[in-house]
């Protein structure tokens, strides 16, 4: 049985909306480095909906979705460098936090990453609804 467009759509913004709510409880652990993750995933998921919803294509890897919200969405002007900079880094931080030995993350590191991923995804929940 295959999905509808509007369900595989609602399915990545509940999956993006619940993955940052998973940061937040993770953060008030100050489970650091899973909190990047789940941060980082929350992105993730939020931009597979724009690619999908915007583009009809779709992506399941990070570097696929980080190059073709670059290509269409940043290059083009609809989203602010800024953003695409802030998804970058996230996404580097997330892979040293899982990949790299002794990468260790602190409040200091993680808590101001939450409100940008607030905002990152308001901005993007803006294209897509």
Not at 28 to 34: E, L, P, Q, V
Not at 44 to 71: P, W
Not at 123 to 129: A, G, H, M, S
Request: hydrophobic share 45%; charged share 25%.
């Amino acid at each position: 049985m295959s999905a509808g467009n509007g369900e595989i759509l609602e399915f990545y913004l509940k999956k993006s909306s619940e993955t940052l709510m998973d940061a937040k409880i993770l953060a008030d652990s100050h489970r650091w480095g899973c909190c990047v993750n789940r941060l980082s995933y929350s992105c993730f998921y939020i931009v597979i909906a724009l690619i999908f919803q915007k583009l009809a294509k779709r992506t399941k890897t990070h570097s696929g979705a980080r190059n073709l919200f670059n290509e269409y969405f940043v290059k083009n002007g609809i989203v602010d460098k800024q953003m695409a900079v802030f998804y970058s880094i996230l996404m580097d931080k997330r892979a040293k936090s899982d990949y790299d030995d002794f990468e260790i993350f602190t409040a200091e590191d993680v808590l101001p990453l939450i409100s940008q991923d607030e905002a990152f995804i308001n901005t993007i929940q803006k294209l897509i609804l």
